[in-house]
T-cell receptor, first 111, second 118 residues
Framework: QQQVKQSPQSLIVQKGGIPIINCAYE??????FPWYQQFPGKGPALLIA?????SEKKEGRFTISFNKSAKQFSLHIMDSQPGDSATYFC??????????FGTGTSLTVIP | NAGVMQNPRHLVRRRGQEARLRCSPM?????VYWYRQLPEEGLKFMVY????????ESGMPKERFSAEFPKEGPSILRIQQVVRGDSAAYFC????????????????FGAGSRLTVL
């Protein structure tokens, strides 16, 4: 059973576009929702994270939108750059107990 | 701070051999997690360990897989009698604190060990 569902599987945007990656969860006990960025041959690296008591968090060009009632959250990348091309994983956890990861979104930003 | 160190980075084994993957957590981190990543899939939790203790192994296959985190030295994920289906990237992550504690949510991943079973 996939605890966190992520879409789309892949995404191609032009430089400067705003890719949006969506995730949905079922377990209302989850209280921390991080996004990880993974480049080929590397391990995932924490990008940005949000707690359910806020609806939006922004760090640089990366923004998480969180909809608690819909149990959905999404990652927006403003002014995307070719260097943002990577695989992005959403995740959810309950106070650091087992982390559940989405299946990943492969993002390609075309120059 | 060298981060989470995993070795080997690449490992090739024939069916029936044993694979040993090592993970040294970040300095000051005493909580280690192992994840498996199959092509086109997300990260699947395998096991969570503290020094000398297995805390949660609910994601570990019942047979052939084992993990340890001794008092001294790295954490080791051991796969006995490997089969082709074990081919995957195995990632180790560490955190400074356990579940429910400040910092428990901060997972730092290593670069992974890529196992290929011929």
């Amino acid at each position: 059973q996939q605890q966190v569902k992520q879409s789309p599987q892949s995404l191609i945007v032009q430089k400067g576009g705003i890719p949006i990656i969506n995730c949905a969860y079922e377990n209302t006990a989850f209280d921390y929702f991080p996004w990880y960025q993974q480049f080929p041959g590397k391990g995932p690296a924490l990008l940005i994270a949000i707690r359910p008591d806020v609806s939006e968090k922004k760090e640089g060009r990366f923004t998480i939108s969180f909809n608690k009632s819909a149990k959905q959250f999404s990652l927006h990348i403003m002014d995307s750059q070719p260097g943002d091309s990577a695989t992005y994983f959403c995740a959810a956890t309950n106070t650091g107990n087992q982390f559940y990861f989405g299946t990943g979104t492969s993002l390609t930003v075309i120059p | 701070n060298a981060g989470v160190m995993q070795n080997p980075r690449h490992l090739v084994r024939r069916r029936g051999q044993e694979a040993r993957l090592r993970c040294s957590p970040m300095k000051g981190h005493s909580h280690v997690y192992w994840y498996r990543q199959l092509p086109e899939e997300g990260l699947k939790f395998m096991v969570y360990l503290q020094k000398e203790n297995i805390i949660d192994e609910s994601g570990m296959p019942k047979e052939r897989f084992s993990a340890e985190f001794p008092k001294e030295g790295p954490s080791i994920l051991r796969i006995q009698q490997v089969v082709r289906g074990d081919s995957a990237a195995y990632f180790c992550a560490s955190s400074p604190n356990g579940p429910g504690s400040p910092g428990a949510n901060v997972l730092t991943f290593g670069a992974g060990s890529r196992l290929t079973v011929l």
